[in-house]
């Protein structure tokens, strides 16, 4: 049985500030220690309900995170930047389910460090009229393979965002938001038990685990900060301008609507960096 992580890390248990998820900044290297705690309670979880084989794709920052002599269950690792399908590449068919580990809240929100996939340039984007984060965009990847989400972990906003999309999925709420920059987090210890349990129970449900639902031609709103991206974003084939701040794209293809997204991300940030 085939598990597929997808680990981002602001919603690690007792993370609330940039510079402890930014590479180089004085306590990264704890906080990146606790997040592999968390990806590693996923796997073990896992494990114990019978799972054998395991992707981790680390999907934040520099996507650099881990170490993987450190994670569990001999668990394949995908690291470093510019993937193509970024915080989804690896994910196919041959998967019987995913984990979102350490997820956030969408830009919109008030979850902890919340933002959607850029948000220099990203104000909010909405699938089918609802908002959604990063999680409801990468549910998109999962229902074109038709592999369930079975579990997601982070603060209670995340939790909200995805179980919508993805009914019956497991959540471990390992820290509540107060505000985007402070939390009342589990201790690490506690979460991790938590996550643990979580995933335990997910894969021994899986049988009645069913891809994400959303239903199909979908439409992505994205909505910006600027005129300039939205101006930017609609010179992507398929991407049509709504008013000045706004584009979308529309579809029946759940891989296409998501690597076009991505392309129009990719594009915003190289019009800055």
């Known amino acids: 049985m085939k598990v597929f992580v997808s680990s981002d890390m602001e919603g690690t248990a007792g993370i609330v500030d940039w510079e402890q998820v930014r590479a180089g900044g004085p306590d990264s290297l704890h906080f990146a220690g606790l997040l592999c705690r968390e990806v590693n309670a996923a796997i073990e979880g896992a494990r114990e309900a019978g799972a054998t084989e395991f992707l981790v794709n680390d999907s934040h920052g520099q996507m650099a995170n881990l170490r993987p002599d ?13 993937k193509p399908r970024y915080m989804m590449e690896g994910l196919d068919a041959s998967f019987d389910a995913a984990f979102f580990v350490a997820y956030h809240g969408s830009m919109s929100s008030p979850s902890v460090l919340s933002h959607t996939y850029f948000p220099a340039a990203i104000a909010e984007v909405r699938l089918n009229g609802r908002v959604v984060g990063e999680s409801g965009l990468n549910a998109l990847v999962a229902k074109a393979y038709g592999v369930p989400v079975v579990l997601v972990t982070g603060d209670q906003t995340t939790a909200d965002e ?5 009914p019956g999925i497991r959540t471990a709420v390992v820290k ?97 960096e």
């Open 70 to 82: 450190a994670l569990a269950g001999r668990a394949s690792y995908l690291s470093g930047r510019l």
């Open 162 to 166: 995805l179980s919508p999309l993805c």
């Open 176 to 272: 509540r938001s107060v505000t985007r920059f402070a939390a009342e987090s589990l201790h690490p210890d506690a979460s991790v038990d938590l996550i643990w349990s979580e995933a335990k129970a997910a894969i021994e449900g899986l049988a009645d685990a069913a891809p994400p639902r959303i239903d199909l031609p979908a439409t992505l709103e994205v909505a910006f900060h600027t005129s300039d991206y939205a101006q930017l974003a609609s010179r992507v084939a398929g991407v049509d301008a709504a008013g000045a701040l706004v584009a979308t794209i529309k579809g029946d293809d759940p891989l296409w609507l998501f690597d076009t997204f991505i392309t129009v991300v990719l594009l915003c940030r190289g019009f800055v």
